[in-house]
Nanobody, 124 residues
Framework: QLVESGGGLVQAGGSLRLSCAAS????????IGWFRQAPGKEREFVAA????????WYRDSLKGRFTISRDGAENTVYLEMTSLKPEDTAVYYC???????????????????WGQGTQVTVSS
């Protein structure tokens, strides 16, 4: 099970750090992705971190503002978001891929365990 936290209301230009904590099992060797879905829009890829935690990938438009990291000891993945904009408003989800074989980190269909989501609202 994955549980997101850290969402909330923030003014434009502010920062938030989202957490994705695993419970019931360890996901330290699984790729983890962050996705978001704004009202009336499709879910979109935000960032992902590789199975060993050495590689990271980002949505092109978010590079430089968002940073994904993982703490294996705490079985937690973080998404640090800075210089937030109103268009970042969405429900943010973390998800774990199956942990073996090929993995297209940008495709939500590649993930098998999802959290319940955390709301991020950026006011202008």
């Amino acid at each position: 099970q994955l549980v997101e936290s850290g969402g909330g209301l923030v003014q434009a230009g502010g920062s938030l750090r989202l957490s994705c904590a695993a419970s019931g099992r360890t996901y330290s060797s699984y790729g983890i992705g962050w996705f978001r879905q704004a009202p009336g829009k499709e879910r979109e890829f935000v960032a992902a971190i590789g199975r060993l935690g050495f590689r990271t990938w980002y949505r092109d438009s978010l590079k430089g503002r968002f940073t994904i990291s993982r703490d294996g000891a705490e079985n937690t993945v973080y998404l640090e978001m800075t210089s937030l904009k109103p268009e970042d408003t969405a429900v943010y989800y973390c998800a774990a891929e199956r942990g073996f074989g090929s993995w297209n980190y940008q495709r939500g269909e590649e993930y098998v365990v999802w959290g319940q989501g955390t709301q991020v609202t950026v006011s202008s």
